[in-house]
């Protein structure tokens, strides 16, 4: 990842491929002849799913406000099991990758899942929002990774700033984010990427605005005010096909992107202020506090997942002793 180079699109297949070998490789070359930079699979383990029971009817306040969300463990765990990947898929699509012309990246979210796929070559590896502050989680990646793309989202300042010292060492990436989904473009806060350029030089966007309403205004806009990367939810499938579908855009919207990219920053900025004259309104603060929405979030999928080590349960943000 170099400051100086076009910005870097990263395809996320994310729950797209529905489980489905021969979707998932349509993505691959599709992705690839859109432009994108890279594509990123998640290395989902149902069988990592932790069980917890405050989830499974959720609760509200007196006044009818949420206080944990409701996500029943059987329902997700029936649904997880569908789009799961094995060893030997991953192996196969960083393979594919390669045989496309595109680079590979993986979500990993355990720590054991990382050690397992280590070695499989994938070109990057991604963190997403909710293990931004599991510090072990970290440490792990950056002995087997030089490129670290770590979203923020759901993240305090302090522990942005602990994760920056961590990564010292590796070419790191911070992605601002918000997680709700879909967010409006009024709730993007894009002046954060400023923020997190205290940190790094390598700051961008990670896009899950409304496709049907907002198109790929939020990802142009982030562009135009310097973003070096951008991640997209990507698919091939029809919107109602997938649950991702609705803030996931299609091949064509991905080379659009990919074009608007490869122009002179200078030039995008133009471009925005002449076309989208109400872009003002997806900067927001550049320190900002977590929504109700994003606590609520960061409660449930901060503990979502769990490693196993000598019979005993780990978080990601859990010391082993």
């Known amino acids: 990842m170099s400051k100086n180079s076009s910005p870097i699109i990263i395809a996320e297949a994310c729950q797209n491929h529905n489980g489905n070998h021969e979707i998932l490789k349509q993505m691959i070359h599709s992705a690839a002849e859109a432009g994108a930079d890279y594509v990123k699979i998640q290395a989902i383990r149902s069988k990592e799913l932790a069980q917890r029971e405050r989830f499974e009817e959720g609760s509200i306040d007196n006044n009818g406000v949420p206080l944990t969300i409701k996500r029943p463990y059987k329902t997700e765990l029936d649904r997880l099991s569908k789009l799961d990947l094995s060893l030997q898929d991953e192996v196969w699509f960083v393979e594919e990758c390669k045989l496309a012309g595109i680079k590979s990246m993986i ?13 499989l070559g994938f070109d990057a590896v991604k963190i997403a929002s909710y293990d931004c502050a599991s510090f072990p989680l970290l440490r792990d990646v950056k002995q087997w990774w030089s490129k670290v793309i770590v979203s923020t989202g759901a993240t305090h300042n302090n522990e942005i700033e602990e994760a920056a010292k961590i990564l010292q060492g590796t070419e790191f990436a911070f992605l601002h984010c918000v997680t709700i989904y879909p967010t409006p473009l009024n709730d993007c806060n894009l002046a954060r990427m400023d923020w997190l350029r205290l940190f790094t030089d390598h700051v961008g966007w990670s896009d899950h605005t409304l496709v049907s309403k907002d198109g790929i205004w939020a990802s142009k806009i982030a562009l135009a005010l310097g973003a070096n990367l951008i991640e997209r939810h990507f ?8 649950k991702d579908g609705s803030v996931s ?17 200078l030039e995008r900025f133009d471009i925005i202020k002449r076309e989208y004259p109400a872009w003002k309104q997806s900067l927001g603060k550049k320190n900002r506090e977590l929504s109700h929405e994003e ?15 000598d019979g005993k349960i780990v978080f990601n943000w859990e010391e082993i002793e």
């Open 295 to 309: 606590i609520l979030n960061r409660d449930y999928y901060r503990d979502r997942f769990s490693s196993k080590f």
């Open 235 to 242: 698919t091939i499938l029809d919107e109602d096909k997938t």
């Open 249 to 265: 855009i299609s091949p064509s919207m991905l080379r659009k992107l990919k074009e608007f990219s490869n122009r002179p920053e």
């Open 107 to 119: 979500t990993v979210f355990t720590r054991k899942t990382a050690y397992e796929v280590k070695d």
